[in-house]
C-alpha cells in the first residue's frame, strides 16, 4: 500500500500519535506521502554525536531508541523513547549535527519525516511547534507541559506547579561570580573551577555588569584552539539577558526556549542578584530523570537526600506519557534509586569514616533485578573480603553494624520501608565474608530447607552496587557455575514455582481477594509477576545464565536455544504487560496520596486489559509446563 493511500499504515500512524492525531486531516496525509518506515535492528547505532547529520524526524513505531552520551570512556544515558515518541527534533530546529549517540535498544521500526516537510508544517501548525519545543540545555524541555499546567491531581485538587508559581528570586542561593574586563580565558577558567559554577559576569570600570560567560563557551574556546591568555570577553556574550526577580521559572523558561539561551540574570532595582541557568528549571520542572541524577550527586547533606524519592513519580508520569516501556522505565526507577544509596554511603562514609574490610553493598529482590515500581521495600545485603586476622574481621563487624543501623534509618526516611523479611544488611544474618556466602549458597544448594528456598529465591536475583564490586562478581560466578545443571536442587525451586497457579477461574474470570482489605482485588505481584520471575530465574540458573533481571534472562535463554521463540516472544510481552499494569496503576495510587501496593480491581480495567490479562495468565500454564519437563515433576 503506497503511502499516499489515505489508509496507509503510516497516514494511520500518525493519526494515533501525538502531536500529529491533533493535525487537520490534509496535514497528517501531506507528511504521511513525504515520509519512509525505516527498520534499525537491535544494536544499530542510528546517531553519533558531534558526526551524525540530522535530515529526518523519527518518530517511534515500534521498539525502542536509547539516547545516550559517550564521554571519557564512560557512557551516559540520557533518555530511553519508546513508541509514539521522537528522536531528532531539537537538531533539525537548529540545524545541527546529533548532540547525543541514539543506539536501537530492540529491534526498532520508525517513520521518518523528511527535514523539509517537517519545518514547513510546523511553520503551519504553530501547536506543533509547542509540542516540540524543549529545554535546551539538555534537548528535552517537556514536550507536554501545556498539558500538565490544566491537568488537575488525581485526587481532584490542583497539582502544585513550582515551574509555574515559584518565582525566579527563590533559585538564587549565592551572588554570581564577576570578574573585571581584560580577565584572561585560563584566570575565568580558573574562577569558574574555584567558585563551582556554571557562568561568569563581566563588570567594567563603573561597575556595571556588560557580558557573561558560561562553560559552554569555554569548551568550544578550548575546542577552537584558542589562546588561553586571549581576554576572556572575546567569547563573552553580551549584553547579558535579565529577567526581574518576581517573574516566575516559566516566565524564564520560555524566555530561554525563544532567545536560544541558557543562563538569565535576576535583577532587582538594577542590581544583579544571581544568574540562573536551565538545569536550574529542569530541576524545578522535577520531571527530568537526568536532573534528578544531577540533583541527587550534588546533595552534600542527608537531608537534602530525603525528599528526592518522593520526585521519581512525577519523572515516571512523564516516561509513560513518552510512551517507554515498562521494563526501560523500572530500570531507570532502579538507576534513580541506586543513585540514592550510592550517594547516602557516600556520605556515611565520609561521616564514620572508611570501612577496616573492604565490601560490597548488594542489592536483592526487585532491586536487584532493576524492576522496581512504588512499592519496593529495603531488600539489601553486605559481602565483605576475606580476612585472616580475627581483630581485623571483629573490627569490620563493628564498623559494618553501625554503617547498616544508620543506612537502614536514612532509607527509611528517605521513603523505602524496612524489608517485612528483615532480608536487610542491618540483619547480622545478612551480611558475611565472601567465603560465608560462598558456604551458605552451597548449603542452600546441596540442604536446602524450606525457609532457605525462598531466601536462595530473594537472594539469587543479587546485583552488587556499590564498594569493591569484584566481590559480588566473583561470589555471583560461584553462583553461576555450582548451581548450572544442579537438577537436584533447582527441584527444589521449579516445584514452589509451579504450585502459583494462574488466578483464572474455569471460565476464564479471574480469581480475587473474597474478603479483607482488596476484597474483589487482585495480587497482579504475586498472582501475575511472580509465575514469570520464577521461571525466569530458575532456568537461568540450571543453564548457568548470570543475568539476574527477568528480561535479560528471557533475552538470553531465547539466545541459546533454552526455550522456543514462539514462547520466548510471548512471555517478554506478557512479562512487560503485566509489570507495566501494574507500575501505572501505583503511579494512580501515589498521586492519589495512597500508600501504592499491589492489588487491582479487574472491573476497572478496559476491556482490551481484561483481555491482555487474561492472556498473560494463560500463559503461566506453558510456562509451568517447561518447568515440570525440564525437571521432571510429573513423577
Not at 504 to 533: C, M, S, W, Y
Not at 572 to 577: D, G, M, N, S, V
Amino acid at each position: 500500500m503506497r503511502p499516499s493511500d489515505p489508509q496507509s499504515p503510516i497516514t494511520t500512524f500518525l493519526r494515533q500519535t501525538l502531536p500529529f492525531s491533533d493535525l487537520p486531516a490534509e496535514a497528517v496525509s501531506h507528511l504521511a506521502r513525504q515520509a519512509t518506515v525505516d527498520f534499525f535492528p537491535q544494536g544499530t547505532r542510528i546517531f553519533t554525536r558531534g558526526k551524525s547529520e540530522i535530515s529526518h524526524l523519527l518518530v517511534i513505531q515500534k521498539g525502542a531508541i536509547k539516547l545516550f552520551v559517550e564521554e571519557n570512556s564512560a557512557t551516559r544515558l540520557v533518555d530511553i523513547r519508546g513508541e509514539g515518541a521522537s528522536v531528532g527534533a531539537v537538531c533539525l530546529f537548529h540545524g545541527t549535527h546529533a548532540t547525543m549517540d541514539a543506539e536501537a535498544l530492540e529491534d526498532t521500526f520508525v517513520v521518518a519525516i523528511p527535514r523539509g516537510v517537517f519545518l514547513e508544517t510546523m511553520a503551519r501548525h504553530p501547536e506543533l511547534t509547542q509540542f516540540y519545543l524543549k529545554t535546551l540545555a539538555q534537548g528535552a524541555l517537556d514536550r507536554a507541559f501545556e498539558d500538565i499546567r490544566h491537568r488537575p491531581a488525581v485526587g481532584g485538587s490542583e497539582t502544585t506547579l513550582p515551574l509555574f508559581t515559584q518565582k525566579l528570586v527563590d533559585l538564587i542561593h549565592r551572588p554570581p561570580v564577576t570578574v573585571p574586563l581584560g580577565t584572561t580565558i585560563q584566570t575565568a577558567a580558573r574562577e569558574m573551577l574555584r567558585h563551582g559554577t556554571g557562568s561568569l559576569l563581566f563588570r567594567e570600570p563603573s561597575g556595571g555588569i556588560c557580558g557573561i560567560i558560561t562553560d559552554t563557551d569555554l569548551r568550544k574556546a578550548l575546542a577552537f584552539g584558542m589562546d588561553s591568555q586571549a581576554p576572556a570577553e572575546t567569547i563573552m556574550s553580551t549584553p547579558v539577558r535579565t529577567l526581574p526577580h518576581s517573574a516566575t521559572c516559566f516566565d524564564a523558561l520560555t524566555t530561554m526556549m525563544a532567545e536560544s539561551i541558557h543562563h538569565l540574570a535576576v535583577e532587582r532595582d538594577g542590581e544583579i542578584l544571581g544568574v540562573i541557568s536551565s538545569h536550574d528549571l529542569l530541576v524545578v520542572q522535577g520531571r527530568s530523570p537526568l536532573a534528578l541524577f544531577q540533583d541527587i550527586a550534588s546533595q552534600g547533606t542527608f537531608e537534602g537526600l530525603y525528599p528526592i524519592h518522593g520526585r521519581i513519580p512525577a519523572v515516571v508520569r512523564t516516561l509513560i506519557r513518552e510512551g517507554a516501556k515498562a521494563g526501560h522505565i523500572t530500570r531507570l526507577i532502579a538507576i534513580l534509586n541506586d543513585h540514592i544509596v550510592i550517594r547516602l554511603l557516600e556520605l556515611l562514609t565520609a561521616e564514620i569514616g572508611p570501612s577496616p574490610v573492604p565490601y560490597v553493598w548488594i542489592l536483592m529482590g526487585s532491586e536487584g533485578r532493576q524492576e522496581q515500581t512504588f512499592s519496593t521495600d529495603q531488600d539489601n545485603a553486605l559481602i565483605s573480603a576475606d580476612v585472616s586476622e580475627d581483630f581485623v574481621a571483629r573490627a569490620g563487624e563493628v564498623y559494618f553494624q553501625a554503617l547498616t543501623s544508620r543506612m537502614e534509618g536514612h532509607l527509611l526516611r528517605c521513603g523505602i520501608p524496612r524489608c517485612p523479611a528483615q532480608m536487610m544488611a542491618v540483619n547480622p544474618q545478612w551480611r558475611g565474608s565472601l567465603g560465608h556466602w560462598k558456604a551458605r549458597v552451597d548449603r542452600w544448594r546441596t540442604s536446602p530447607e524450606p525457609t532457605e528456598v525462598l531466601q536462595s529465591s530473594v537472594f539469587f536475583d543479587f546485583r552488587p552496587l556499590h564498594g569493591r564490586l569484584r566481590l559480588g562478581m566473583e561470589l555471583r560466578d560461584h553462583i553461576t557455575t555450582s548451581c548450572a545443571g544442579q537438577a537436584v536442587f533447582l527441584r527444589h525451586l521449579a516445584a514452589e514455582a509451579v504450585r502459583s497457579r494462574p488466578p483464572l477461574t474455569f471460565f476464564k474470570g479471574f480469581v480475587v481477594e473474597k474478603d479483607g482489605q482488596h476484597k474483589n482485588a487482585l495480587d497482579i505481584k504475586t498472582r501475575g509477576l511472580l509465575p514469570f520471575l520464577d521461571f525466569a530465574r530458575v532456568m537461568a540458573l540450571y543453564h548457568g545464565i548470570p543475568a539476574a533481571g527477568t528480561l535479560s534472562r528471557l533475552d538470553a535463554l531465547h539466545a541459546g536455544g533454552h526455550i522456543s521463540r514462539d514462547l520466548y516472544s510471548e512471555t517478554r510481552e506478557a512479562f512487560e504487560f503485566l509489570l507495566h499494569l501494574r507500575l501505572v496503576r501505583q503511579l494512580e495510587q501515589v498521586e492519589a496520596g495512597q500508600q501504592p501496593h499491589n492489588y487491582l480491581d479487574p472491573n476497572a480495567l478496559t476491556a482490551l486489559e481484561k483481555r491482555t490479562l487474561r492472556e498473560a495468565f494463560g500463559l503461566v500454564s506453558a510456562l509451568h509446563e517447561v518447568l515440570r519437563d525440564t525437571f521432571h515433576l510429573r513423577l
